[in-house]
């Protein structure tokens, strides 16, 4: 028997998200092949054991262990803090590693290098510490909401996504339709993070599409979200029932072959490796493909699209999580 450490929960704002897609990795682990380790990291960055007694040397524990799998979003979990204290303690972990992980946390980041890649994306700007614009040099330029406003104009046209650069399940993140709702919005996602991300709007499908493996990498097919509301937001995500996912997504299979491939490439550009779910968007009436975001360790509940991709393609959710284990030695 193999022992595996489930981290679950976190101290991100996507806590309790983790919570359950924690709860689900572990009922759906196979108990024939691993010897089941719980482990609950608290809001407040508390480590906790099965019965909820504090771990005290939780280095300790991690190095006995076979192999960890982080089941974290957001911040302190997906963006490579737990990959790096995993590194150090010698122990294989389910995953990206630590570059990967930290980039696709940081949309900003993650953007220059799709920029690099030449793989299409929304235009965009980005402000840091308020009110400085971080031009194409990465000259910092300080400027007045009126300016703002102004360049956002010029550079992308209303309406415009607004999020925080590190954000997660919507956290923070809203869609401008002018000038007075441009200016409150960035206040708003200055309150999570230092770095904010303004994103032309793309009107048209959302779709996702899984990746698995490490030198060798396969795509999934194709899956939509049918959202409830305007936009996928917390809410939409996550409360509203009549949000839907569609598997395999409305699309020519030309379409679908063509996202796959750029999900494989997407994966590659960040040296990801393990699993990531790659987010795209297909605009209404040119087709065009665009990436969203590289989420590296997505939801994993049992309605959660990286697994139902999985399934679409006969691999159950035990027999993937078996898969995930053994990517990551
Ligand atoms: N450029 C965009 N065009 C259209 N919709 C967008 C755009 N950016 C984000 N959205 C909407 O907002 C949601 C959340 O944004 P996203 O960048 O995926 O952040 P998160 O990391 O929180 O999931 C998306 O699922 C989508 O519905
Ligand atoms: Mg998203």
Not at 9 to 14: A, N, R, Y
Not at 15 to 30: A, E, F, R, T, Y
Not at 107 to 130: C, H, M, S
Not at 230 to 239: G, H, Q, R
Request: net charge negative; aromatic share 10%; glycine share 6%.
């Amino acid at each position: 028997m193999l022992k595996v450490a489930v981290i679950y929960g976190g101290m991100s704002t996507e806590h309790d998200v983790s919570l359950i897609s924690g709860k689900n990795v572990i009922d759906n682990l196979d108990k024939s092949k691993y010897e089941i380790y719980e482990i609950k990291i608290t809001k407040d960055g508390k480590w906790l054991d099965k019965r909820d007694r504090e771990i005290k040397d939780i280095y300790k524990l991690l190095k006995e262990m076979n192999v960890v799998f982080p089941v974290l979003h957001g911040l302190y979990g997906e963006d490579g803090t737990i990959q790096g204290m995993l590194e150090l303690a010698k122990v294989p972990y389910v995953g990206c590693k630590v570059l990967a992980s930290s980039v696709c946390m940081d949309k900003v980041y993650t953007k220059i290098i799709f920029e690099k890649a030449k793989i299409p994306q929304a235009k965009y700007i980005y402000l840091k510490d308020e009110n400085t614009y971080v031009d194409e040099n990465f000259d910092e330029i300080k400027l007045e909401n009126d300016e703002i406003i102004k360049l956002v104009e010029e550079k992308i046209g209303f309406p415009v996504f607004v999020k925080p650069s590190n954000s997660g399940s919507s956290v923070g993140v809203n869609k401008a339709s002018d000038g007075p709702e441009l200016i409150k919005y960035i206040s708003e996602a200055f309150m999570y993070d230092r770095k904010v991300l303004i994103e032309e709007a793309i009107v048209g499908k959302e779709v996702e599409c899984a990746v698995l493996g490490n030198k060798e990498v396969q795509a999934s097919t194709v899956g939509e979200i049918l959202s409830a509301e305007d936009f996928y937001s917390y809410d939409a995500k996550y409360a509203n029932k009549e949000s839907k996912t569609l598997i395999p997504a409305d699309l020519s299979a030309e379409k679908i072959e063509e996202i796959r491939k750029l999900a494989i490439k997407a994966f590659k550009t960040v040296d990801g490796s393990g699993l990531s779910r790659v987010d795209f968007f297909v605009q209404e009436g040119t087709g065009k493909v665009y990436i969203n975001e590289i989420n590296t360790m997505p939801g994993f509940t049992e309605i959660s699209m990286y697994p139902k991709l999985w399934e679409n393609a006969g691999i159950s959710y035990t027999e993937l999580l078996t898969k995930l284990i053994e990517l990551s030695f």
